[in-house]
């Protein structure tokens, strides 16, 4: 079993070095996706008029052998410079994977204008992304394998490149609406290892849409969402559904189409605190191996002082 769970992890390592057209997870995916817009989103900066802070940390596939660990930190505001309406934000990401170790750091601006019953933020993020392989790789014990170290395109050591990224993104929102469509990896970088080992970042579109319905008793609420993302050559969609409860607490069942049966459950505290957590039921055949994915979220909201944008929204929809 562990040679098993080996194979995989090379092959998995492999495919994004080769950057195969598959979908190979170049930008992490999280279950909290319809409180996270501004990971792949820069036209959500600045749209919920507060000081929006927020944090993702992701176990993937837990139990299997060098299995995805993202953690996520995000931070957006409205603001006003020379009178323009506008929101600026950045994030902060680590994602390992395998022998994987890759981080990003982007700075997102959105200009942000009045249409029809909601505001349409238009945006722009630039950033640097920093991809690292250790180089330890497991050869079988046969005179059929041979040593990395004797193919130049596979580096046997452990190498770092860092390379200049780019993304575009709308966002529309209203008090009940919220929808978006933008692209990260806009200029598909190339990351040069040196020695022939090279990738490209894959450009990645995303789609997402949202509605808040009031129930016949107004205290309770649902929201169904979808978040579609594909990168030319493939295609996933979650499917999700959250039962919101005063305002303050909700749960939800999302389902990735091919992969997971997500169930979530989080609150509100009076102070602007959220928390939340998930956990990923793994329907593909990885689900094998591993214990499911947990996902936890915290997120912080707090007033600023633009005389346009001081409106709170208490509402659990967006982080």
């Given amino acids: 079993m562990h040679s098993f769970r080996m194979k995989i992890l090379i092959l998995v390592s492999l495919a994004g070095l080769a950057g195969v057209n598959a979908f190979t997870q170049q930008d992490p995916q999280f279950s909290h996706n319809m409180f996270n817009h501004l990971a792949v989103n820069p036209g959500f900066a600045g749209s919920q008029g507060m000081l929006s802070a927020g944090m993702i940390n992701r176990q993937q596939w837990m139990g299997f052998e060098g299995n995805p660990k993202t953690t ?7 603001v006003k410079p020379f009178g323009i309406p506008s929101g600026v934000g950045l994030s902060f990401m680590d994602d390992r994977l395998g022998f994987e170790k890759n981080m990003s750091f982007i700075l997102d601006y959105a200009y942000r204008l009045e249409l029809g019953k909601g505001k349409l933020g238009i945006g722009l993020n630039i950033g640097m992304l920093s991809r690292a392989l250790n180089g330890k790789w497991v050869i079988p014990d046969s005179d059929n394998h041979i040593p990395a170290s004797q193919d130049p395109s596979i580096p046997d050591e452990q190498v770092t490149s860092m390379t200049f990224d780019m993304g575009i993104g709308v966002f529309y929102n209203t008090d009940k609406l919220y929808a978006g469509f933008s692209s990260t990896h806009l200029l598909e970088p190339l990351v040069d290892f040196g020695s ?30 979808i ?41 509100e505290l009076p102070n602007g605190l959220r928390v939340g957590i998930s956990y990923d039921f793994t329907t593909s055949a990885i689900g094998a191996y591993s214990n499911g994915t947990v996902e936890f979220m915290l997120g912080y909201n707090l007033e600023v002082g633009t005389d346009k944008f001081s409106q709170r929204y208490k509402s659990v929809r967006f982080l």
């Avoid at 016949?216 to 929201?223: A, C, G, L, M």
């Fill in 72 to 78: 996520l930190f995000t931070v957006h505001t409205p």
């Fill in 196 to 225: 022939g080992a090279m990738m490209h970042m894959q450009r990645h579109y995303y789609a997402t849409a949202g509605y808040l319905f009031k129930l016949s008793n107004p205290i309770f609420e649902i929201q169904p969402s």
């Fill in 227 to 267: 978040f579609a993302k594909s990168d030319g050559a493939s295609f996933q969609m979650d499917v999700n559904m959250l039962l919101l409860y005063n305002k303050r607490f909700w749960g939800g069942v999302s389902y990735r189409l091919g992969d997971a049966v997500v169930v979530m459950v989080g609150t």
